[in-house]
C-alpha cells in the first residue's frame, strides 16, 4: 500500500470521526447545555480577569474567541469518546427478529456460517416456541408457546425452517445488517 492510499484512509477516517462526532453533540442536549455554560464560565472569567487588570473592556471578538474555543474542545472531546467507545463485535450477534419470532444462537465468529442452531423464542413472553408438524397443512410447521399459547406457523418442515434462519443470519452477517439487530427485537416487542 502507497503512503499516498495510507493517507487517504487516514484522511478519510478523520472526516468520518468529525462528522460522527458533530452529529452525536447535535444528539445530545446534556453537550449543549454544557457548551453553553462553559462559555458563560469562560465569559465570567474574562470579566474577572479584566477587573482585577482594573479594565473594563470586552469585545464581541473576546466573546466570539471564548466560545469558539470552547466548541472546538467540546467536540474533539465528543470524537475521543466516539473513536474509543466500545463497540458491538458480530461475536456479540446471537439475537435477531425473523419472521415475527425471536430467534436465538450461541454466539459466532465471522466467517463461522451454517453452524449454528436457532431456538425459537416468543415475542410476547419470551419462553422458547415448541415446534410440531401442522395438523391440517403438510408442509407447515406450527410453533406454539407453553406459557402463553402464543402461535405461529411456518412453511417447511423444522429442518428446512432452521436452515432458512441459518441463511438470513448469514446474510446479516456478510451485509452488517446484523447490528440491527437490537432495533428489529424492540420494534417486535411494542
Not at 470521526?17 to 472569567?45: E, H, P, Q, R
Not at 463497540?87 to 465468529?109: A, F, G, N, P
Not at 391440517?136 to 407453553?146: G, K, N, V
Request: with cysteine; glycine share 4%; net charge negative.
Amino acid at each position: 500500500m502507497s503512503t499516498v492510499e495510507t493517507f487517504g484512509r487516514l484522511k478519510q477516517k478523520c472526516k468520518e470521526g468529525f462528522s460522527d462526532a458533530i452529529n452525536s453533540i447535535s444528539k445530545n442536549i446534556f453537550t449543549w447545555l454544557i457548551v453553553l455554560i462553559g462559555g458563560i464560565c469562560l465569559f465570567v472569567l474574562m470579566l474577572v480577569r479584566q477587573y482585577l487588570d482594573h479594565t473594563f473592556e470586552v469585545s464581541v471578538g473576546q466573546i466570539l474567541l471564548c466560545s469558539a474555543v470552547f466548541c472546538i474542545i467540546v467536540v474533539l472531546v465528543n470524537w475521543a469518546i466516539y473513536q474509543f467507545r466500545p463497540r458491538r463485535k458480530v461475536s456479540d450477534y446471537c439475537t435477531d427478529v425473523i419472521h415475527d419470532i425471536i430467534w436465538e444462537w450461541e454466539s459466532l465468529q465471522y466467517g463461522e456460517f451454517g453452524n449454528i442452531e436457532p431456538i425459537p423464542i416468543c415475542p410476547v413472553c419470551s419462553y422458547q416456541l415448541h415446534y410440531q408438524d401442522h395438523p391440517l397443512q403438510q408442509d407447515f410447521t406450527l410453533l406454539e408457546c407453553e406459557g402463553c399459547h402464543w402461535w405461529t406457523e411456518l412453511k417447511g418442515d423444522y429442518d428446512s425452517i432452521k436452515t432458512h434462519i441459518n441463511k438470513i443470519v448469514e446474510h446479516r452477517m456478510r451485509s452488517d445488517d446484523w447490528k440491527n439487530a437490537r432495533e428489529r427485537i424492540k420494534e417486535l416487542k411494542k
